[in-house]
């Protein structure tokens, strides 16, 4: 069906950056909206941004002015750029897309579909 796998994170001192790669493969015929997601312990889940197929982004308020955003639609492939990280950006992030698939049944369903997740952990 389809699948997401992220890479790039990892271990990041205090005002330093990371981007984020998470790229989609499978039996799809649109991607729609992709987002990134984190979670950081003892935390729900939460949206930290988002792009539409046609570009428009939205952001958390926690992260405006230092993440941003982007994707390659021919790459089927969406990036957080991520500045000036601070220890609270700690978290586990999860890709999210909503894809057009088609199924092993020769059917085609649009799913929401998330990645395994990748940690980012800013500390010095």
């Known amino acids: ?11 990041v001192q205090p005002g330093g950056s990371l ?11 649109s991607l729609d909206d992709m987002a990134w997601y984190r979670q950081a312990p003892g935390k729900e889940r939460g949206l930290v941004a988002r792009i539409t197929s046609g570009g428009s982004t939205n ?12 994707r390659d639609n021919a790459k089927a492939t969406v990036y957080l750029q991520m500045n000036s990280l601070k220890p609270e950006d700690t978290a ?33």
């Open 92 to 124: 586990v992030y999860y890709c999210n897309a909503n894809a057009g698939a088609v199924l092993p049944t020769g059917i085609r369903r649009y799913l929401e579909v998330w990645g395994q997740g990748t940690l980012v952990t800013v500390s010095s």
């Open 59 to 70: 952001y958390a308020d926690s992260v405006k002015g230092r993440f941003a955003i982007s």
């Open 19 to 29: 981007r984020l790669s998470c790229t989609a493969s499978g039996s799809i015929f």
């Open 1 to 11: 069906q389809v699948q997401l796998v992220e890479s790039g994170g990892g271990l």
